[in-house]
């Protein structure tokens, strides 16, 4: 027992000293101090801390700090977005959709910005949202379903959202657009989105 409790208490140390690690990492990175911040990260996104492996990932996406080296950029982020990291999975998805360091999959894409929309990601839910009005990356034209995902994605802040919204709500039904509205209304981050709508398909 004491031996699995000093273990435990070794574990939270470790994990305290990644945290401070990463804060002094992100603190030199938004003071635009790159070198300190590599220098801080890296151990910890080695060490496969998933903010460190997201902002390193940044960085090489960037140029900052590092050489500009999308292969790095999408090897980092997509181990960031494998633990769940929700930033690194729109990222990921980008890189899918853009093909980006990556054959073009928009399928793949797909997989990775609906894994970041369903922990809530604005900007993940916006994209879908797109892919779901114009019928990209296998997904059915469904008016309803992106109305629901830029009802969400407005609500969390995304800039583009609320006029797509209102676009695509020009050219639905009374009835889609309470379907839609009742499905952003019952969803909650961490619940699978709905892949398809009772009234929005076309």
């Not at 070794?10 to 220098?39: M, P």
């Not at 492996?53 to 050489?67: A, K």
């Amino acid at each position: 027992m004491k031996a699995f409790a000093a273990s435990t208490v070794i574990a939270l140390a470790l994990q305290g000293s990644a945290i401070a690690g990463f804060a002094e990492g992100a603190t030199a990175y938004n003071n635009r101090n790159y070198g300190l911040a590599y220098k801080e990260i890296l151990p910890l996104a080695r060490a496969g801390n998933a903010d460190a492996e997201h902002l390193l990932g940044l960085m090489y996406y960037m140029g900052r700090g590092v050489q500009q080296d999308y292969r790095q950029a999408l090897m980092w982020h997509r181990r960031a977005a494998t633990q769940g990291k929700a930033d690194a999975q729109y990222v990921v998805g980008a890189m899918y959709y853009t093909g980006n360091a990556v054959i073009q999959d928009h399928r793949q894409a797909v997989t990775w910005f609906r894994k970041a929309a369903e922990q809530g990601h604005a900007d993940a839910q916006q994209v879908l949202g797109l892919m779901y009005r114009y019928h990209i990356g296998g997904m059915p034209q469904d008016n309803v379903i992106a109305y629901m995902l830029w009802n969400l994605a407005a609500a969390g802040g995304n800039p583009n959202a609320a006029e797509q919204r209102a676009a695509v709500a020009k050219k639905m039904t009374p009835e889609q657009v309470e379907e839609g509205q009742a499905l952003s209304a019952a969803w909650r981050p961490g619940k699978p989105l709905p892949r398809t709508s009772r009234t929005g398909g076309g």
